[in-house]
């Protein structure tokens, strides 16, 4: 005689066609899995390692369709179970009197009130709608007892094991442990290969910021606003990008700009080479006609080159100092910046920001991305000083056309949509809007603390947001 198992749920819960058949059909495949498990040639494994399905099901989470809190209820329960393999029982077990054996090794009976507490004391309605939700996604099964209670009843003659066991059935995930990890490991290798897509990313935009950036400051010719431009247009936050056909796409688009700025570099340098070979052609000729009056000025001439090489070593060791300099605080926390500034960390030139000399590094290589000229940025250097500055280009940024909290917003007056930043429009004009920061910080009239408090309270209402709906 088969043990008969419980399928409808107690109280006010109902019942659909769906969730009998999906049970009948667990039911039968948990049976057939168990008369072929530990066989030669099967896949389903003897014993499952409960921890390690659990952290395949965590990295499987969105494919299989459970939360993160309704993963800590699994948790829960399956700390509830004394073993820590799980597995199946053998199809020949059975009393003397030839029913089969219950199969109640795999079910778990904890109150409301213990499963709340090791599941970090969540409600009951949220406890019963994550329960459900584990259901939902045959990870589990509902066995209720008649009064809804969960207990377990001990077999005749006291020995050891239970005749009847009421509460949760973890056979599911035993059955789906081969399925399951071949979900996560799936996973696990997309995710690296995302990884290294945003990795080569991160590497052309750092390699083409630089390089604009250092056209621009020493003045080569070349349509380098241009490319900077271009740039700006290939800077949408990695984050916001889980697409690996978007990511390979953005990796080849820079990866042809940062061949065509290098190519531009290289034409300036071979330009200059020729320039530089000619010069001291002219300049080999008028050595040799004026060989006398150079022996008769070799004490001047020291003198003077001694001159220009110290112009020279003065003229390329500022920026090399610039960087090696302590940045001063300001009055503004910095993990406030990046706070209601995210996005700047994806212009780190050491993958992370973690202190000012970090943001404001970061600040440099933005600048120019963001089509501010060298002047701009000059001039608020002087007006605000390097880091506050920097948490200026920090807040434009968030603000700015490209940043991942712009979105397309209905116009009032029934015009066209337009970008906004958390209901406001989108900075437009970086460099614009740096120089007006400027001008205000001149009359002592700029509040970067106005800057970066909404910019910060935005960002936390949408997080909360976007934790309501997990």
Request: one cysteine or more; glycine letters at 8%; a neutral charge.
């Amino acid at each position: 005689m088969r043990e008969h198992i419980a399928t409808t749920p107690f109280g006010r819960r109902t019942l659909s066609l769906g969730q009998i058949a999906a049970s009948v059909a667990a039911r039968q495949a948990i049976d057939e899995a168990s008369a072929r498990a530990g066989e030669p040639g099967s896949n389903q494994p003897a014993a499952v390692h409960k921890w390690r399905l659990f952290r395949s099901i965590t990295e499987a989470k969105e494919e299989i369709g459970v939360s993160d809190r309704a993963l800590g209820v699994l948790n829960a329960l399956l700390s509830f179970h004394p073993e820590t393999a799980l597995s199946l029982p053998a199809a020949s077990e059975g009393d003397d009197t030839g029913e089969a054996a219950p199969a109640n090794a795999l079910i778990v009976f904890p109150s409301n009130r213990e499963l709340s507490i090791r599941a970090n004391g969540i409600g009951e309605r949220s406890l019963a709608r994550h329960l459900a939700s584990l259901v939902a996604a045959g990870l589990i099964l509902r066995r209720d007892s008649p009064n809804g209670k969960r207990y377990a009843r001990k077999a005749r003659g006291g020995e050891g094991g239970f005749s009847e066991v009421f509460g949760f059935d973890l056979s599911p995930l035993v059955l789906r442990a081969g399925e399951i990890e071949e979900r996560a490991e799936r996973l696990r290798r997309e995710r690296q290969r995302l990884q290294v897509l945003r990795e080569r990313i991160s590497l052309h935009r750092r390699d083409a910021t630089k390089m604009i950036a250092s056209a621009i400051d020493d003045g080569a010719p070349g349509d380098w606003d241009g490319f900077a431009q271009r740039l700006l247009a290939f800077s949408a936050p990695l984050r916001r990008m889980r697409a690996a056909a978007a990511l390979e796409q953005l990796e080849a688009e820079l990866g042809h700009l940062r061949v065509e700025i290098i190519r531009a570099l290289m034409a300036q340098e071979a330009a200059a080479g020729s320039g530089d070979a000619s010069g001291t052609e002219d300049q080999k000729t008028a050595a040799s006609a004026n060989g006398t009056s150079q022996e008769s000025g070799n004490d001047s001439h020291d003198d003077s080159h001694h001159h220009i090489s110290n112009t020279q070593s003065q003229t390329f060791e500022p920026a090399s100092k610039e960087a090696s300099r302590p940045v001063p605080k300001p009055e503004i926390p910095l993990g406030m910046v990046l706070e209601a500034c995210p996005d700047i960390q994806e212009w780190a030139p050491s993958g992370g920001i973690a202190s000012w000399t970090d943001l404001v590094a970061a600040a440099r290589l933005l600048r120019s991305a963001l089509g501010i000229s060298p002047s701009a940025w000059t001039a608020a250097i002087e007006a605000l000083g390097e880091t506050d500055a920097a948490i200026a280009v920090a807040a434009i940024l968030q603000r700015h056309e490209s940043s991942s909290s712009a979105a397309l917003v209905t116009s009032p007056d029934g015009g066209p949509p337009q970008l906004a930043v958390h209901g406001a429009p989108a900075i437009r004009s970086a460099g614009g809007y740096l120089r007006t920061l400027t001008e205000q910080a001149k009359r002592n009239s700029l509040s970067l603390h106005a800057l970066i408090i909404p910019l910060r309270k935005a960002q936390r209402k949408a997080g909360a947001e976007r934790h309501a709906r997990l």
